[in-house]
């Protein structure tokens, strides 16, 4: 690699360290999540029961909620709290004094955050539901296999794809913190958004029938969505590839989003405080 | 002064100083609105899907969620004081200055604050609740109504309950356990439906241990003329509610024990 990712990647291991120290606030994040997705699985399987026709097989809707839970903080729902911090603070400006390229230098930080919190949340989670359960004798309710070594492959594409859109969405609410000079209503706004339109509320094929072709082409499919269908073989063949194709789109555009508001944002930044 | 005027004067206080900030306090409580929303939205695209569940209708699935969505709010904007107790009073020392009050230590920490910006959940869960007597052929007499005011009492009780137990947690944590969470927010989740949906183990759950199934799921199975699928009889699933002040008490009598082993943290 050149020597000018070194930076990037500098940040990313100092912000990536800091966060997986958060340790008890994973220990109750995780307590509160199985809760959650031990209602959340009883819940479906009361409404699958008496259900004539689903779109979504019990199995397929059982693994789409613990994957949920697990990846929950993968989510992009708020702007990042010391960034905010900073806007507040009018230390915003130092960044535009460092010697490197701002969008990359948030974007590396948003990276460590969308994996680090998340992969500590993930890997109690995915124990405890793909093992745990199981061998409780308790398998239906909790996480099966990846369906066949071809989704597994796809599913680990696709939520590598899943992090990078993630950032590319953090890192646009970071910059509209700078242009609102509060992170308030991004974050009021952001987290139902998020919640609803990634699948993490209901999986997004439960959803009405004629919701479904705004569904499958909105961005936010494919935070969560994409690589929990092509998990359970939901999605599979040239479905999968269209709805992978659909995701990197997405990162592209917000990425070109970002840079563009940033653009017109810092050229004409206000910095508060003194 | 007595107890209940000073409570008043401290609610007027927590009132006037929010109401400095109204951009701030809209922002709140439309977040507030919002954020419980999206769970009704859950329960909405699932029953326009799948029409019923386990027998229960929309309309009927809509007051167990606007019953126990309207408690809720309300012990939520009471006891903000206890919430944020392990940060803001053991963590800081500042609950030293509450003991040597001449008052309670439960009176002061609810005239903490009151918090308006509840308004926002209140007013989700009314909606729900109106949706309800809109779709079902409930016949809204004064015991119908009694009988749910109970229900709200017994079960903002029950809440306020949960939330002293947290605050009481943090004499030994120093800091707020979120864990509490789980039991008020992921309570309101779980109460939502009806309780004869779940597993045996997690209805007894919240039938004995917590019991929030005893302030909604049964008075309002007998509202809504379905006491058959509570398994008790309807007079008793009337009074159930009545386990919430129970609750409330224990988590009291936990308080003071707390408050007897309270060390200061401060300088």
Known sequence: MGAWVRPYRAVFRARFHLLVRYRAAALAGFATQCWWGAIKVMVFAAFLRGAVASPMTLREAVDYIWLGQAFLTLLPWTADPELARMVRTGDVAYERLRPLDTYGFWYARAVARRTATPLLRAIPMVLTAGVLLPLAGLGTWGLAGPKGPPAAGLFGVSMLICVALSSAFSTLLDTLVVALLSERGVNTIMGPLAIVFSGNLVPLPLLPEWLQPVMRYQPFAGLLDTPFRIYSGHLGGWDAAAALGRQAFWVVALVLLGRLLMGRVMTRLQTQGG | ?267
């Open chain 2, 1 to 267: 002064m007595n107890a209940i005027r000073l409570y008043g004067r401290y609610i007027g206080a927590s009132l006037r100083s929010q109401m400095q900030y109204p951009g701030s306090f809209l922002l709140t409580s439309l977040g507030a609105f919002v954020a419980p929303g999206i769970d009704f939205i859950a329960v909405w695209a699932l029953f326009s899907r799948f029409r019923q569940i386990e027998g229960w209708q929309f309309g009927e699935v809509a007051l167990f969620y606007g019953v126990i969505g309207v408690a809720f709010a309300l012990a939520d904007g009471l006891t903000r004081g206890f919430d944020i107790f392990g940060e803001e009073f053991v963590k800081t020392g500042d609950f030293d200055r509450l003991l040597v009050r001449p008052r309670s230590t439960v009176l002061q920490l609810l005239g903490y604050e009151l918090r308006a910006t509840r308004i926002g959940r209140l007013a989700q869960a009314t909606l729900a609740w109106a949706l309800a007597v809109h779709l079902t052929n409930i016949a809204w007499t004064w015991q119908v109504w009694a009988i749910l005011a109970f229900a709200v009492a017994g079960g903002a009780a029950l809440f306020a309950g949960i939330l002293v137990l947290q605050a009481t947690l943090a004499f030994w944590t120093v800091e707020s356990l979120e864990i509490a969470n789980t039991l008020t927010y992921g309570g309101v989740e779980a109460a939502q439906y009806p309780l004869d949906i779940y597993a045996q183990w997690f209805r007894n759950f919240l039938t004995f241990i917590v019991p929030l199934g005893c302030v909604s799921f049964f008075p309002v199975a007998v509202v809504l003329g379905r006491a058959d699928r509570t398994g008790v009889a309807p007079a008793l699933a009337v009074l159930a509610p009545a386990l919430g002040f129970v609750f409330f008490g224990v988590s009291l009598w936990v308080w003071r024990f707390g408050v007897r082993h309270y060390t200061s943290t401060g300088s």
